[in-house]
């Protein structure tokens, strides 16, 4: 495992302000928001990144092509029987940095015409900013603000410009 970033104090804070669009409300609203939005942008693909945010989207048959997750907010399995994951790989991303290990799968993950399904020994949220730097444009990459609701990211040239600028901004690895 070859630690690629670690994030800043500085970079924290920043990154604890939506990445992109918060859809705010209930569970139900947020949902029936999130497919309206799906419908209407048709993107090539969705990725989640975060258990709850995956767990709550497959309950509402909108299924991402790539979930990220680490498993630790719910202790339940993400994907329920009625969904198929056709490849699932487990990587390991410490709390606070990006792995080389982890950049790999998500490319990988984003090549293949497979739903893939990534599982983090440590933490996933980091991941949000590779997922968008790698995706197709108009891509739509998710993830949950704890307590307020769901961002929604639609990959573009501006959003990719700008996660490479906070990765830049992370402190490189050392090795």
């Known amino acids: 495992m070859t630690v690629v970033y ?12 939506p990445f992109g669009t918060l859809i705010c409300g209930s569970y139900k609203e947020t949902m029936n928001k999130m497919k309206e939005w799906v419908e209407k942008e048709k993107p090539p693909m969705i990725i989640s990144v975060g258990d709850v945010v995956s767990i709550n989207l497959h309950e509402n048959n909108i299924n991402p092509e790539l979930t990220i997750v680490d498993n630790k907010s719910l202790r339940t399995q993400i994907v329920s029987d009625k ?51 790698y995706a197709e444009e108009n891509t739509l990459v998710l993830y949950g603000q704890p307590h307020e609701g769901i961002v929604v990211i639609k990959v573009t040239s501006d959003k990719k410009a700008q996660a490479k600028q906070f990765l830049k901004a992370m402190k490189p690895s050392k090795s």
């Open 6 to 17: 670690t994030i800043t104090p500085e970079l924290r804070i920043k990154l604890k302000q």
């Open 83 to 133: 969904d198929e994951v056709e490849k699932t790989v487990h990587v390991i991303n410490p709390q606070g940095t990006i792995t080389q290990e982890a950049i790999t799968a998500v490319k990988l993950a984003l090549k293949k015409n497979k739903h893939t399904h990534i599982v983090i020994e440590g933490e996933e949220d980091l991941l949000t900013l590779v997922a968008v730097l």
